[in-house]
């Protein structure tokens, strides 16, 4: 009998023991590493982006170009979230990178400088580096619509030009056959953290992209030229 008591107090004991240590697992996960952990959480967020869409190409008769989309590359540095001391030392360290860089100017996308436009492939390949370690530094790509260079043409194509994220024909042919011409944009939703770098392997598509369509005059560039005289 005494046996027994023993072991139902030992019993007992264990599972007070046992309790006391899920309690304290409890209220430190509850209570004292509760801030960590919704500063962990804060330190995220998501972002929903959009995929532009590729606007058609316009062709003559015989399959010359006439009207293309370019894509462009611009470098800024996010001015908010860095000290003066700090901006000084990227634009030095970009300065070696760009040694004939124009000075930096304030530009009003999102509190933004632009540092350098239109980079090409070699220069995005010479600031890949320095990228991958600055958060503060961010490449944004920017979409122009290009013409062929001859005067008459370019204003029978007319313009079309990036608003509000999508194409809009603003005369000519552009205008003419804008939803033609005009695609579906794509969306996607990442999260970044807390520095607002895109964490890789995050991005999820929501919407497929669906490209324009290309556009084939029945006029050829002599005609089109002829037709303005």
Do not use: C
């Not at 959009?50 to 462009?72: S, V």
């Not at 999260?191 to 919407?207: E, F, P, Q, R, S």
């Amino acid at each position: 009998m005494k046996i027994i008591k023993k072991r139902i107090k030992s019993i007992f004991v264990i599972f007070i023991l046992w309790l006391l240590l899920i309690l304290i697992f409890l209220f430190y996960f509850t209570v004292y590493s509760r801030h960590k952990y919704i500063k962990n959480s804060n330190s995220l967020s998501f972002r929903e982006g959009i995929i532009p869409a590729r606007r058609g190409t316009i062709f003559d008769k015989n399959g010359e170009k006439l009207a293309w989309n370019m894509r462009y590359y611009d470098l800024y540095l996010k001015k908010n979230i860095i000290s003066n001391k700090r901006k000084k030392l990227l634009v030095q360290k970009i300065n070696e990178i760009f040694p004939t860089i124009e000075k930096t100017t304030e530009s009003h996308l999102d509190n933004k400088i632009i540092i350098k436009r239109n980079l090409n492939p070699k220069e995005l390949k010479s600031i890949q580096t320095l990228l991958s370690t600055t958060p503060e530094l961010i490449i944004i790509p920017t979409l122009k619509r290009t013409k062929i260079n001859i005067s008459k043409v370019k204003i029978y194509i007319g313009i079309a030009q990036y608003i509000n994220d999508t194409w809009v024909g603003l005369s000519g042919i552009e205008k003419k056959h804008n939803s033609y011409l005009n695609g579906t944009n794509g969306l996607y939703t990442v999260v970044l953290d807390k520095d607002g770098m895109w964490i890789k392997g995050t991005g999820i598509n929501k919407k497929k992209m669906i490209p324009g369509k290309n556009l084939f005059l029945k006029k050829s560039i002599n005609d089109i030229i002829k037709q303005n005289n």
